[in-house]
């Protein structure tokens, strides 16, 4: 039992089975539908309870709208606006109002998720959030995510799914998810994109730079 190769499969089988428990019961709301073209990842939520135990629950955009209008709380709107300036390289100087609707809607967010006991988000990123708020949600993902809320985009409920298990097995490490395109085996690397709802805290030496 002490020995490592023993320990290091011991330790993903608990592991496993803590992350399987902890699902059982989990839920995860679908927050604007599924982005439109997005066809596949239309799921069916009664084989997803079945399967799994994730209890998945529904909302129109119009109800997170309401709940980041109704705010009116501005410390706790400028704490999270002041740590995006803060977690910022560099960033551009007409961003500064795009970072305070930011701030509100993640404020929003956490308040969705604390009156409805939620383990996880997937989030209709657009086109909605834009056409009816101006506003490019990539960087509000990031931030959730880097408060422990698994955020994923486009509605992408299996994601959510995905990005939850991945935050069990890890303990509570924050995760993302992103396309990965192809691999080079010549230099060991790996390229993804779709980065939209990664946190600043996976960023590398180089920060965060905002444009």
Same mark, same amino acid.
């Given at each position: 039992?002490?020995?490592?190769?023993?320990?290091?499969?011991?330790?993903?089988?608990?592991?496993?089975?803590?992350?399987?428990?902890?699902?059982?019961?989990?839920?995860?709301?679908?927050?604007g539908?599924?982005?439109?073209?997005?066809?596949?990842? %239309?799921?069916?939520?009664? /084989?997803?309870?079945? /399967?799994?135990?994730?209890?998945?629950?529904?909302?129109?955009?119009?109800? %997170?709208y309401?709940?980041?209008?109704?705010?009116?709380?501005?410390?706790?709107?400028?704490?999270?606006?002041?740590?995006?300036?803060?977690?910022?390289?560099?960033y551009?100087?007409?961003?500064?109002?795009?970072?305070?609707?930011?701030?509100?809607?993640?404020?929003?967010?956490?308040?969705?998720?604390?009156?409805?006991e939620?383990?996880a988000?997937?989030?209709?990123?657009?086109? /909605?959030?834009?056409?009816?708020?101006?506003?490019?949600?990539?960087?509000?993902l990031?931030?959730?995510?880097?408060?422990?809320?698994?955020?994923?985009?486009?509605?992408d409920?299996?994601?959510a799914l995905?990005?939850?298990?991945?935050?069990?097995?890890?303990?509570?490490?924050?995760?993302?998810?992103?396309?990965?395109?192809?691999?080079?085996?010549?230099?060991?690397?790996v390229?993804l994109?779709?980065c939209?709802?990664?946190?600043?805290?996976?960023?590398?030496?180089n920060?965060?730079?905002m444009?």
């Amino acid at each position: 039992a002490g020995e490592e190769q023993f320990i290091e499969r011991f330790d993903a089988l608990v592991r496993a089975l803590y992350t399987s428990i902890n699902l059982k019961g989990a839920r995860i709301a679908l927050v604007g539908g599924v982005a439109p073209g997005f066809d596949n990842l %239309i799921i069916d939520s009664g /084989k997803l309870q079945e /399967k799994t135990g994730v209890k998945l629950v529904e909302y129109d955009m119009e109800h %997170i709208y309401a709940l980041a209008d109704s705010l009116s709380d501005p410390e706790r709107i400028n704490r999270y606006y002041q740590r995006m300036i803060d977690q910022s390289r560099t960033y551009s100087a007409n961003m500064e109002e795009y970072f305070q609707e930011t701030a509100r809607f993640q404020a929003a967010f956490h308040l969705l998720v604390e009156e409805n006991e939620l383990d996880a988000l997937a989030v209709s990123c657009w086109p /909605k959030f834009q056409t009816d708020r101006h506003l490019g949600v990539c960087t509000l993902l990031g931030q959730l995510n880097d408060d422990s809320i698994v955020t994923s985009c486009e509605g992408d409920v299996p994601g959510a799914l995905g990005m939850l298990s991945l935050h069990l097995l890890s303990l509570g490490k924050t995760t993302t998810i992103m396309d990965m395109v192809t691999i080079d085996p010549a230099d060991d690397s790996v390229l993804l994109w779709h980065c939209g709802p990664t946190a600043p805290s996976l960023s590398d030496e180089n920060g965060v730079a905002m444009q």
